[in-house]
């Protein structure tokens, strides 16, 4: 018992950090370095140290934590997936492109789950030209949510096409309660047929949702009528704010639409 690490501790110095690191990512680096020599078996901390460090224009430094890291998980292809992108990051801030390409190439080759599998394909797209670059990487870095979006905004300014950023744009309109505008974002980016597959399911999946929360049941009728086929589990999951819409009109007579949607 007196050997073992105390997890209370090892939890209070991995949250303090993760909250520290935007602010004080001296101290996040502090925090996870002692975490992870109470815990040296977790990689997470590990991860931690490497973004600290990278926060303090310590790229090299990072990039050898995170080698260290991608040998020892090199036979679970999950935290191996995710090391890769972690790699990316550091090699971009590195200059260095091509590197940052073959680490995400490397991430998405290990087949991980859909959500690390989306955030390795949007920062290889912002990889493909340097109007993606700055917005693409404030959406994943910035601690602002206005810096986020106003960035973004910008960006399609002097893009105004641009699939991803239209989807990014949307994803955070969702995100912070404007269902009614994310939901016109993410089908401007869903018009063009270039998105992968992982990118358009995600879209679909939150244009439905966004069209429920804005109170245009007609909307969601339509989409899951035209949803593509990405499974039984997919049409299922959509299927439900159908069913939603028609409960709310046969005990309501019309939607419960929340009060945001009059905003």
Do not use: M, N
Not at 1 to 21: K, M, N, Y
Not at 73 to 101: I, M, T, Y
Not at 258 to 263: E, M, N, V, Y
């Amino acid at each position: 018992l007196f050997t073992r690490a105390c997890a209370r501790e090892v939890a209070r110095l991995s949250d303090s950090a993760r909250q520290s690191l935007a602010s004080d990512p001296q101290d996040a680096l502090d925090r996870y370095q002692r975490a992870a020599r109470l815990q040296p078996e977790e990689p997470s901390y590990q991860l931690g140290q490497a973004v600290a460090l990278d926060a303090l224009e310590r790229g090299p430094d990072a990039a050898k934590v995170l080698a260290s890291l991608a040998a020892q998980v090199k036979d679970r292809p999950a935290l191996a997936a995710e090391v890769a992108v972690a790699r990316a990051d550091v090699a971009l801030h590195l200059e260095d492109v091509e590197g940052s390409r073959a680490f995400l190439q490397a991430a998405l080759a290990l087949d991980p789950g859909p959500e690390l599998t989306r955030t390795a394909q949007v920062k290889l797209a912002a990889l493909e030209t340097p109007s993606r670059r700055a917005p693409i990487e404030a959406y994943f870095r910035a601690p602002q949510e206005e810096l986020r979006l106003l960035l973004l905004d910008r960006a399609l300014l002097a893009s105004p096409q641009d699939p991803w950023l239209r989807y990014l744009l949307g994803r955070r309109l969702h995100q912070v309660g404007a269902p009614a505008l994310a939901g016109e974002q993410l089908q401007r980016a869903l018009s063009d047929t270039t998105l992968p597959e992982a990118i358009r399911r995600e879209a679909t999946r939150l244009k439905i949702e966004d069209a429920y929360l804005a109170g245009d049941c007609g909307a969601v009728r339509h989409e899951v009528g035209a949803l593509p086929d990405y499974g039984a589990a997919f049409r299922a999951a959509a299927s439900e704010w159908q069913a939603r819409c028609d409960f709310e009109q046969t005990a309501y007579r019309g939607p419960l639409v929340p009060r945001q949607a009059f905003r």
